[in-house]
């Protein structure tokens, strides 16, 4: 069937085929495209750019609805399309009759609402919901116009209560179970948008509601380990991505915990990477996350949730900390002790969400409302700054100034004495911060990528493992398209992490290398405008947002490239060989300068300094039989007097109990490990080891 030239253009505007301004704006909020190319001016309507006469308008519309919605044929576009055509054309109730055919209740629900509605709103919903390019970012603004269109709040509300009801029919048995067939496809995105406004608005009624809908939709009726709908489980973890609340976190951790399904807790594992740091961008709704700390009496003991540092349940009898859990109340409270253990964990999970989301907070704009933490237990192990004077701005160990304004201190912002003081400070307490921030690494930009203007090579051409890549971009909320040489796999990739509250966005180039590993390549920057990203000069990216994007880089590079991998110094592909050879023993990069500078103030304290100097690149161990060379980035060794290297695949942990002033790297353990080891040669009884020294 051809279409007529009008029903042609209006069906490249509904369906999103249509190449031009009309729907493609540079503005990204939801009030252009077909939403502008459809409005009720003076008796007529503005269309594209003519103005129509309505009639003319409304038979091009009876055609498409014809052409889009055959008799006794399948659907040819999404039913908010035939919506918008059906108003034009005047027949509501012919196609929304079509419609109800092939759609759960919940979703034929929403469409009723939006039969009450005009032909602008439904034209610009249509627009709203229609998926967009790679390359355009999407639309702004979207939840938020649907939480003031008629009806819709109340629909929101009113269809999640129905998903309520229906899964708890179905664990009572009133509903068959069928695994994954709870919701139909339909009513899946249906519910996604109303969980999402639900969350925005950051309803009262929603916790209660959604706790009960997630341990439905997570967990069989029957002892199957399968469940009713994983579509809708993971559906919800996309909205409480976008729209993150204390609550929805809790409540998917609690399916996470429940389910039977072996798959769920890994994909819901990769969501949380990125649903923590996304509370971020609301930490007004983050702060209401407790400290944690309890104190309670149990019998005649006394169960206590300390929260410095380390989460940890212990029982007191008295003024004596005890061992283990007494064995009365053991025997007592059952329930209890399980109850409080729960609690234990469900507190370690929420104070590490809390942290998350204050990191990715250093590139926000504007400075969140950190006031409302005042009395948390993670204020007092963190910096912050406060505003004592205008421009001015002093570092303080906790919450500790009232009454100004104050965000978290970050070390690009202070001078070099002042970082030095506050990691001299941080040590000497033992404090054990919830992240990486007194000796957090800082990257500014260098004069070579001042020469290359858009992009950086900074951390290019390294083999890295592409297995624990992945593994490292999902774990900091990069996205990437998985590579490999079969189909629907890609031999470039570019991960993109977005920061600055969705303003700017990072992309690291990678490619597959050879099989099971990539190299890495350039990192470029792009800023949000007009609904599109635009490519940015380094020199205009805020220097907190570059110095956090680099950061991340830097620790891919570390963790996953093959120079930290023994094994490789004899084997594989020549030119593998030698970037191994050249990389194990370069000069450091930010991250290792910064173990650098921890060695320095740790190494004193142990029983092992005497024997122990520090040079630019390596730790240097003196042994009884040899000297030994660590390197500070790679923690390979070369052994005194003629570089010759030794291969140690693994390392007993003799400094244990030595504290260390952050968690996040665990080669600084590493080369501990292996220095306390080698300070003691004499006593290595590893052939393996023993036959490269004493070769």
């Given at each position: 069937m051809n279409l007529s030239p009008l029903a042609q253009r209006l069906h490249n505007l509904i369906t999103g085929t249509a190449d031009d301004p009309a729907y493609w704006p540079e503005a990204s909020q939801l009030s252009a495209g077909l939403g502008a190319a459809i409005r009720t001016v003076d008796g007529g309507l503005i269309f594209a750019p003519y103005v129509v006469d309505e009639q003319r308008l409304a038979v091009a519309a009876r055609e498409l609805v014809g052409f889009l919605m055959p008799d006794g044929e399948r659907l040819y576009a999404s039913p908010f399309v035939l919506l918008v055509a059906a108003g034009l054309a005047g027949m509501d109730a012919e196609v929304s009759a079509r419609l109800a055919e092939g759609c759960g209740p919940i979703a034929v629900a929403e469409m009723d609402v939006l039969l009450g509605w005009d032909v602008e709103r439904r034209a610009l919903f249509a627009e709203a919901v229609r998926p967009r390019p790679d390359h355009v970012a999407p639309l702004l603004g979207v939840i938020e116009w649907l939480g003031g269109q008629p009806g819709y709040p109340d629909f929101a509300r009113t269809a999640l209560k129905a998903a309520e009801a229906r899964v708890a029919a179905i664990h009572a048995g009133e509903i068959p179970y069928s695994a994954e067939k709870a919701f139909e496809v339909s009513e899946k995105t249906t519910l996604g948008r109303a969980v999402r406004l639900a969350l925005f608005r950051d309803e009262p009624w929603l916790p209660e509601l959604l706790d009960n809908l997630v341990r439905g939709i997570a967990v069989a009726p029957t002892p199957a380990k399968t469940l009713p709908s994983q579509a809708?489980?993971?559906?919800?973890?996309?909205?409480?991505?976008?729209?993150?609340?204390?609550?929805?976190?809790?409540?998917?951790?609690?399916?996470?915990?429940?389910?039977?399904?072996?798959?769920?807790?890994?994909?819901?594992?990769?969501?949380?990477?990125?649903?923590?740091?996304?509370?971020?961008?609301?930490?007004?709704?983050?702060?209401?996350?407790?400290?944690?700390?309890?104190?309670?009496?149990?019998?005649?003991?006394?169960?206590?949730?300390?929260?410095?540092?380390?989460?940890?349940?212990?029982?007191?009898?008295?003024?004596?900390?005890?061992?283990?859990?007494?064995?009365?109340?053991?025997?007592?409270?059952?329930?209890?002790?399980?109850?409080?253990?729960?609690?234990?964990?469900?507190?370690?999970?929420?104070?590490?969400?809390?942290?998350?989301?204050?990191?990715?907070?250093?590139?926000?704009?504007?400075?969140?409302?950190?006031?409302?933490?005042?009395?948390?237990?993670?204020?007092?192990?963190?910096?912050?700054?406060?505003?004592?004077?205008?421009?001015?701005?002093?570092?303080?160990?906790?919450?500790?100034?009232?009454?100004?304004?104050?965000?978290?201190?970050?070390?690009?912002?202070?001078?070099?004495?002042?970082?030095?003081?506050?990691?001299?400070?941080?040590?000497?307490?033992?404090?054990?911060?919830?992240?990486?921030?007194?000796?957090?690494?800082?990257?500014?930009?260098?004069?070579?990528?001042?020469?290359?203007?858009?992009?950086?090579?900074?951390?290019?051409?390294?083999?890295?493992?592409?297995?624990?890549?992945?593994?490292?971009?999902?774990?900091?909320?990069?996205?990437?398209?998985?590579?490999?040489?079969?189909?629907?796999?890609?031999?470039?990739?570019?991960?993109?992490?977005?920061?600055?509250?969705?303003?700017?966005?990072?992309?690291?180039?990678?490619?597959?290398?050879?099989?099971?590993?990539?190299?890495?390549?350039?990192?470029?920057?792009?800023?949000?405008?007009?609904?599109?990203?635009?490519?940015?000069?380094?020199?205009?990216?805020?220097?907190?947002?570059?110095?956090?994007?680099?950061?991340?880089?830097?620790?891919?590079?570390?963790?996953?490239?093959?120079?930290?991998?023994?094994?490789?110094?004899?084997?594989?592909?020549?030119?593998?060989?030698?970037?191994?050879?050249?990389?194990?023993?370069?000069?450091?990069?930010?991250?290792?300068?910064?173990?650098?500078?921890?060695?320095?103030?740790?190494?004193?304290?142990?029983?092992?300094?005497?024997?122990?100097?520090?040079?630019?690149?390596?730790?240097?161990?003196?042994?009884?039989?040899?000297?030994?060379?660590?390197?500070?980035?790679s923690a390979n060794i070369l052994m005194e007097p003629n570089d010759a290297y030794l291969c140690i695949v693994s390392g007993r942990d003799p400094h244990a109990g030595l504290f260390l002033p952050f968690e996040e790297d665990g080669r600084l353990a590493l080369i501990l490990s292996k220095a306390f080891l080698l300070a003691n040669d004499t006593a290595i009884t590893d052939p393996s080891i023993t036959r490269q020294i004493r070769a």
């Amino acid at each position: 069937m051809n279409l007529s030239p009008l029903a042609q253009r209006l069906h490249n505007l509904i369906t999103g085929t249509a190449d031009d301004p009309a729907y493609w704006p540079e503005a990204s909020q939801l009030s252009a495209g077909l939403g502008a190319a459809i409005r009720t001016v003076d008796g007529g309507l503005i269309f594209a750019p003519y103005v129509v006469d309505e009639q003319r308008l409304a038979v091009a519309a009876r055609e498409l609805v014809g052409f889009l919605m055959p008799d006794g044929e399948r659907l040819y576009a999404s039913p908010f399309v035939l919506l918008v055509a059906a108003g034009l054309a005047g027949m509501d109730a012919e196609v929304s009759a079509r419609l109800a055919e092939g759609c759960g209740p919940i979703a034929v629900a929403e469409m009723d609402v939006l039969l009450g509605w005009d032909v602008e709103r439904r034209a610009l919903f249509a627009e709203a919901v229609r998926p967009r390019p790679d390359h355009v970012a999407p639309l702004l603004g979207v939840i938020e116009w649907l939480g003031g269109q008629p009806g819709y709040p109340d629909f929101a509300r009113t269809a999640l209560k129905a998903a309520e009801a229906r899964v708890a029919a179905i664990h009572a048995g009133e509903i068959p179970y069928s695994a994954e067939k709870a919701f139909e496809v339909s009513e899946k995105t249906t519910l996604g948008r109303a969980v999402r406004l639900a969350l925005f608005r950051d309803e009262p009624w929603l916790p209660e509601l959604l706790d009960n809908l997630v341990r439905g939709i997570a967990v069989a009726p029957t002892p199957a380990k399968t469940l009713p709908s994983q579509a809708l489980l993971f559906e919800i973890a996309r909205a409480a991505e976008d729209y993150p609340t204390p609550e929805a976190i809790t409540a998917l951790r609690t399916a996470r915990r429940i389910t039977r399904h072996a798959g769920v807790p890994k994909e819901l594992d990769r969501k949380f990477k990125r649903i923590e740091p996304a509370l971020a961008n609301r930490l007004e709704v983050a702060f209401r996350l407790p400290d944690g700390r309890l104190r309670q009496a149990v019998g005649e003991h006394t169960a206590v949730i300390s929260t410095d540092g380390k989460v940890e349940l212990s029982w007191w009898h008295g003024d004596k900390k005890l061992k283990a859990v007494p064995a009365a109340v053991k025997r007592e409270h059952p329930d209890e002790v399980k109850r409080l253990r729960e609690l234990a964990k469900q507190t370690a999970q929420q104070q590490a969400t809390l942290a998350r989301a204050l990191e990715a907070g250093y590139t926000g704009e504007p400075t969140p409302p950190y006031r409302q933490l005042e009395g948390h237990a993670i204020t007092d192990r963190l910096l912050w700054e406060f505003e004592v004077a205008p421009g001015v701005w002093r570092a303080e160990l906790g919450l500790s100034v009232p009454d100004v304004p104050v965000r978290l201190w970050h070390p690009a912002r202070a001078s070099v004495e002042e970082v030095r003081a506050w990691r001299e400070v941080v040590e000497g307490k033992e404090l054990r911060q919830p992240f990486k921030q007194a000796f957090r690494e800082v990257y500014l930009l260098t004069p070579a990528e001042e020469t290359t203007g858009t992009y950086s090579n900074r951390f290019a051409r390294h083999v890295v493992d592409y297995r624990k890549l992945r593994a490292l971009l999902k774990d900091r909320g990069w996205k990437s398209h998985y590579l490999g040489s079969w189909d629907g796999g890609h031999n470039d990739g570019a991960a993109q992490r977005v920061l600055a509250g969705g303003q700017w966005r990072a992309t690291l180039s990678h490619g597959l290398y050879e099989e099971g590993y990539a190299l890495t390549d350039e990192i470029r920057f792009h800023r949000l405008a007009g609904g599109t990203w635009h490519e940015a000069p380094l020199r205009e990216v805020p220097a907190l947002v570059f110095s956090e994007a680099m950061r991340d880089v830097d620790l891919f590079v570390a963790v996953t490239s093959i120079m930290t991998d023994p094994q490789w110094a004899d084997q594989g592909p020549d030119q593998m060989q030698d970037y191994w050879r050249t990389g194990s023993f370069a000069a450091l990069t930010s991250s290792a300068e910064v173990r650098r500078d921890a060695l320095s103030r740790l190494i004193g304290r142990t029983a092992i300094a005497d024997r122990c100097t520090l040079t630019d690149r390596f730790l240097v161990v003196r042994g009884d039989l040899r000297t030994y060379k660590i390197h500070l980035g790679s923690a390979n060794i070369l052994m005194e007097p003629n570089d010759a290297y030794l291969c140690i695949v693994s390392g007993r942990d003799p400094h244990a109990g030595l504290f260390l002033p952050f968690e996040e790297d665990g080669r600084l353990a590493l080369i501990l490990s292996k220095a306390f080891l080698l300070a003691n040669d004499t006593a290595i009884t590893d052939p393996s080891i023993t036959r490269q020294i004493r070769a």
